[in-house]
Structure formats: structure tokens, C-alpha cells
């Protein structure tokens, strides 16, 4: 019996999805007898797999029913096609048990600009009583970077850095015996001012509470992961509220405020469009709450402070005031925001520059991750406070609540309680202002507030997410 092939054309998309040097144009859904695939181009610049590590685009779908918010498209673990892609970028592509979304990255070493035809197997089991044809399709990505499984150390050599809450290996008195050292993912960790512990410094309580259990189901980093490349955009950001109800919407826009516009925020409402202004800046103004709407929305999760210092570090020996470009100097980075508010490259270069040996001049750090300096402050789940402890790394299943806030138990809320999470990395507040020891570039090993869950909306606040590889 020929198979029956209906084209639904009320799904074809014509704009854009951005992600920095990743774009998805176009997709379609159809249906095969009982199967539903969608077909995209995917346009990813500056893709790399080297011997160390390699960057992937997180690809989901949502299916918008306009005022009455979304479906999550999930997707099928197998019957997935590379169509066609650049000469000499073979590509693969995988998708986790949950079927939230797919990482399509490179098989082979190659660095470069791709451009390639992809289609995706959807889960139509999921609809239950929903009708996809009821509903607009939009695929979005996000592009991630791969940090291997390894261990890696904590802390910093330079005496100074535990005055910003730097973590160390204890004596019996709490003073500072040497680095700690991260070897396994199911390593349990005791804080305290005992012989062998982890501890730290908090002079003002910014740096959390200097107790507890770090348990073994707390995400240490040694297990592979992947983490976004940059922070979220903010037309990445208006994407996201677009696919929201009404009701989510009120809780999520992030553009209230008397001086939003006057701070770099761009996202406003159009036509009953939200749309931004600058669509690759970086999106500030991000609550915790709001971070946390956006990663179960795209099937990722917070990361943890563990998991920062490795991204930034890698696994070498720390160098003492060392930055995530893995030197202690601030004074070659080159990337950096203009007076108008939008990220540059002082001396003119591209990102198709960038290797081990220019990486200080685009602030990347060891594994190639963008701006864990110098952009927005990156908020993480903090040891300092028994609800980030108790965090055990679920991801986002796609789904929000009917008011906009994610649903994971184990992930920290913002507004209805606080504690469990803080900042690391430093942040970028406004043109001319002086740099200081952690502002606008803060050192790895540096929790100034680190376990500090206070600040909502600001112009310095942003995050960004991961995603375990299991």
C-alpha cells in the first residue's frame, strides 16, 4: 500500500531562529501515514570537533496555540536524517531518552562554517488530544559546548582569593592547606572547618553558609555535560516569550522598570509581538525565576558552581588570580560592549579567529565558552545553602506551569523562597565605569556572592544553562 504524505503547509515558518552563529530557516512538518517529521536548514558558523572537545546545536520544537501558549514537540530516540550538509562536515545527530531535543554536531575533526538539511522524527504519541494542526510549528536552537568527563580542582593559589570566598582544602582550625581537588562524580564532600573538608571564607555571608553535605547526586562536573556558548540573547529571549500563554507571559517579560531601555534591554511589544531591538545582545535583566522558565522551556537545567569552575578552568593546575581565559591577566581581552550597549571585538577580529592561542583576546575559556567573564553575571546553583545541596541536576521537560514557572522540585524558586543559588564570573554594568577585582571580569575561584540569592530584574543579571550527558 503506498504510504500516504500530507504536507501541512500551516507550518511553514519563514523567519529566522537565531543563536548567535546558529540558525534554523524555514521548517516544515509533515506526515507520513502515522509519522510526523519536520525538515529544517540548520546555518551554524564558526562549528568546530577537535581532539579535546567539540560544539553542537540543542535543537527543540514547540507547537504555538497564540493566547493558550504551547505544546513541546518531543521527539522519537531513532529515525532521524542528515539530508544533506557542507563538503567534508559529516554530522550526526542524538537524541536523550526524555526526547526533549536533539544535539546534532560533527563526527569528525573540521572547523568552519556549515550548512545542512535536517529531519526529525516527532513523537506523535505525546499529542494525546492535541491536534497539531491546530497550531503554528517553530524549531529553535541553542549552541552548546561539550566539556569531556575529567577531573578538575578548586580553588586558587593566591592567599587573596579567599577573601572573595575562593574554596580551599581545610586543617582543623579552617585555614587553607592547599587546593581541592575533584575526582568523581559521586564524590561526597563535607564543608566544615575539618581536616580534608572543602571550605571557605565569608566574612559578610555573601558566600554562602560554610556547612553542610555536598551529596554524591549533586552534579560535580567530572561527568561530561553540555553548556550554552553564550548567554541567552535577547531575541532568544522574546522567542521564548512569544511561545508563552497570557498568564506566562505577565510572569516572565523581563522589561519592566523605569531604565530597562536605558541599560541595554531591547525587547518590547510589537503588533502583540514580543520582538528585540538588538537580538544578539546578551539578555540582561533575567530574574532567577525567569532563567529557571527558560531552561525547563528548552530542556536544560541550571549548572552548579562545580560545573562553572570546570567549563572555565578545564583540568589544569590553577594559576594564581587566574580568569577563564586560563592566564591572570585582564588586559588582552578584546571582546568587550560599546557605548551602544552591543558586544565587540576591540581589534576588529572574528570568532572564526579563535584557537588556544588567541582565547585571551576573545575572553573564551579553556574549552572554548564564551564570556564567563565580563558579560552578564552568571547566577549558579550555590554549595552555600542546603537547597542548592540538595539540587540533583533533572533537566527541563519542556512544560511550565500554568503561571510561567519551572516545575523541577530539586531546582531553587526565586521569588516564593530564596537561597540555593548565587554568582559567579562577574559582570558588565555600564559603560566607563572603573574595572574593580571582580567587575567586570571576575577570577574562576572568586564567590564574592557566591551563595547570594538576593537581586531580581538588573542590568548586570543574566545566566546561562546546561545539560548532562548521561
Not at 561530561?224 to 512569544?242: C, G, W
Request: proline share 5%.
Amino acid at each position: 500500500m503506498k504510504t500516504a504524505l500530507t504536507l501541512l503547509f500551516t507550518f511553514l515558518l519563514v523567519s529566522k531562529t537565531f543563536a548567535s552563529d546558529l540558525s534554523i530557516q524555514s521548517p516544515i512538518l509533515y506526515q507520513e501515514g502515522d509519522e510526523f517529521y519536520t525538515i529544517f536548514t540548520l546555518t551554524w558558523n564558526n562549528a568546530w570537533r577537535n581532539a579535546r572537545n567539540h560544539d553542537a546545536a540543542w535543537v527543540f520544537s514547540k507547537f504555538n496555540r497564540g493566547l493558550n501558549g504551547y505544546v513541546h514537540g518531543y521527539l522519537h530516540t531513532n529515525g532521524h536524517q542528515i539530508i544533506e550538509t557542507s563538503k567534508g562536515a559529516a554530522l550526526e545527530i542524538e537524541v536523550p531518552e526524555d526526547g526533549v531535543g536533539a544535539f546534532i554536531r560533527l563526527k569528525n575533526n573540521y572547523i568552519g562554517n556549515i550548512k545542512t538539511i535536517i529531519r526529525l522524527r516527532i513523537d506523535a504519541s505525546k499529542f494525546g488530544n492535541f491536534n497539531p494542526r491546530s497550531a503554528a510549528f517553530h524549531v529553535f536552537g541553542i549552541e552548546m559546548v561539550y566539556i569531556p568527563a575529567g577531573g578538575f580542582t578548586l580553588g586558587d593559589p593566591d592567599a587573596r582569593a579567599q577573601a572573595y570566598g575562593a574554596m580551599y582544602l581545610s586543617d582543623n582550625e579552617g585555614n587553607a592547606v592547599g587546593l581541592f581537588e575533584i575526582n568523581s562524580e559521586k564524590q561526597v564532600i563535607e564543608v566544615g572547618p575539618t581536616t580534608g573538608n572543602l571550605y571557605y571564607k565569608a566574612p559578610e555571608g555573601y558566600e554562602g553558609d560554610q556547612t553542610g553535605t555536598i551529596p554524591a547526586d549533586f552534579p560535580k562536573g567530572v561527568m561530561p555535560f553540555y553548556i550554552m556558548k553564550y548567554e541567552p540573547t535577547q531575541v532568544q529571549y522574546a522567542d521564548f516569550l512569544n511561545s508563552l500563554s497570557s498568564d506566562q507571559s505577565q510572569h516572565r517579560a523581563n522589561f519592566g522598570g523605569k531604565d530597562y531601555y536605558q541599560k541595554r534591554g531591547t525587547i518590547k511589544v510589537e503588533n502583540g509581538k514580543y520582538i528585540a531591538g538588538a537580538p544578539g545582545r546578551p539578555c540582561n535583566f533575567m530574574s532567577w525565576d525567569d532563567g529557571m522558565a527558560y531552561a525547563d522551556w528548552a530542556g536544560l537545567r541550571p549548572m552548579t558552581e562545580f560545573e562553572f569552575t570546570k567549563a572555565a578552568r578545564g583540568p589544569g593546575k590553577p594559576i594564581a588570580g587566574e580568569y577563564p581565559w586560563n592566564t591572570d591577566s585582564k588586559l588582552k581581552v578584546q571582546r568587550t560592549y560599546d557605548q551602544e550597549g552591543n558586544f565587540i571585538m576591540l581589534n576588529g577580529w572574528t570568532e572564526d579567529q579563535l584557537s588556544d592561542e588567541t582565547k585571551a583576546y576573545f575572553g573564551a575559556s579553556y574549552y572554548w565558552v564564551m564570556d564567563l567573564a565580563g558579560s552578564t553575571w552568571e547566577r549558579v546553583i550555590s554549595i552555600g545553602h542546603p537547597k542548592g545541596r540538595a539540587f540533583i541536576g533533572s533537566h527541563g521537560d519542556g512544560r511550565l506551569s500554568y503561571y510561567g514557572f519551572a516545575t523541577n522540585e530539586d531546582w531553587p524558586a526565586g521569588l516564593t523562597e530564596t537561597g540555593g543559588f548565587g554568582f559567579r564570573g562577574g559582570g558588565y554594568y555600564e559603560f566607563g565605569r572603573p574595572y574593580s577585582e571582580f567587575l567586570p571580569y571576575s577570577p574562576i575561584a572568586y564567590r564574592r556572592f557566591g551563595g547570594w540569592s538576593g537581586g531580581n530584574r538588573y542590568e548586570a543579571y543574566g545566566q546561562r544553562f546546561v545539560r548532562s550527558v548521561k
